[in-house]
Structure formats: C-alpha cells, structure tokens
C-alpha cells in the first residue's frame, strides 16, 4: 500500500482517507462525490466518520504523551489559577526540565485548554498539569481512576 492510503494500522479507511485528501485541496463533497463515484451524501458520512477518528486519535495521542510525561501534577478543584505555575516550574526543575514559558503562559494555557475547568481564578474541578521532557505543558481534566 502507498503512503497516501489509510493504510491497514491506521484509523482511517482508504476510503476516508481519499475524501480528506480531496476535501484538503479544496474541493467539495459533491466534486469528491463524481471523482469517486459515489454520492455526496456517502462523502458526508465518509468525511463526518473519519474527521471522528482523527478527532479519537488525537485525544489518544494526547493522554499517552501525558503518561509517558516525566512531570505530572494533580491540581485539586478549589485551587487558585495563580498557584499553579510555581506547582508546574518547581516540579519541572526538580526533574531537570526547563519550560521556555512564563508564569503568565501558564496560566492563558490552562484558561485555553480546559476553560470549563474554571470559574474566575477558581478551579473548579481536579486537573492533571504534566510538563513532557521537551517542555510542552499539557493540562486535561483528571479522570477518576
């Protein structure tokens, strides 16, 4: 199989994998729909079911960089916004990793990436912070075990 396929360990069809391909360059489904030989209403399904995938296998790559993350920290609901980048730079310079972020950076990151997660300065409910060794801060809600 060429690299342009889904390819049998990916989580696209070959299928899928043709319409994204196509849509990228710009064409419409109804165009996708006579190139491939199918209707436009099959182009739908196929690109709402792959975008799904991508969308599940982002979120997998995401949690596994999490695990594999040399410094994780757990911020309990009810804590302050402003104390966690001294949480995030202690622990990272415990483990030799240097953020190329400031304060402030950390802070407009948690509010972007999990903005439900609070409320003013508060947060609302227990999050997971961890720092890869490349110094790329994630931050997730955390999951009951």
Same mark, same amino acid.
């Given at each position: 199989?060429?690299?342009?396929?889904?390819?049998?360990?990916? &989580? #696209?069809?070959?299928?899928?994998?043709? $319409?994204?391909?196509?849509?990228?360059?710009?064409?419409s489904q109804q165009e996708v729909?006579?190139?491939?030989?199918?209707?436009?209403?099959?182009?739908? +399904?196929?690109?709402?079911?792959?975008?799904?995938?991508? =969308?599940? *296998?982002?979120?997998? &790559?995401?949690?596994?960089?999490?695990?594999?993350?040399? $410094? =994780?920290?757990?911020?309990?609901?009810?804590?302050? #916004? %402003?104390?966690?980048?001294? #949480?995030? %730079?202690?622990?990272?310079?415990?483990?030799? +990793?240097?953020?190329? +972020?400031?304060?402030?950076?950390?802070?407009?990151?948690?509010? =972007?990436?999990?903005?439900?997660?609070?409320?003013?300065?508060? +947060?609302?409910?227990?999050?997971?912070? *961890? @720092?890869?060794?490349?110094?790329? #801060?994630? @931050?997730?809600?955390? $999951?009951?075990?």
């Amino acid at each position: 199989m060429d690299d342009e396929s889904g390819g049998s360990d990916s &989580l #696209l069809t070959d299928r899928q994998a043709a $319409v994204l391909r196509l849509r990228k360059k710009g064409l419409s489904q109804q165009e996708v729909a006579e190139i491939l030989g199918t209707t436009r209403s099959n182009v739908s +399904i196929l690109e709402k079911r792959a975008l799904h995938n991508v =969308s599940r *296998a982002r979120a997998t &790559l995401r949690d596994w960089t999490m695990i594999q993350a040399p $410094v =994780s920290i757990e911020v309990p609901a009810g804590t302050d #916004l %402003f104390e966690v980048p001294d #949480l995030v %730079f202690s622990e990272a310079d415990r483990s030799g +990793i240097k953020l190329g +972020i400031g304060s402030v950076d950390v802070v407009v990151q948690i509010k =972007s990436k999990v903005p439900e997660a609070l409320n003013k300065r508060v +947060i609302v409910c227990d999050l997971v912070v *961890a @720092v890869t060794e490349d110094g790329l #801060l994630l @931050v997730r809600e955390a $999951v009951p075990e």
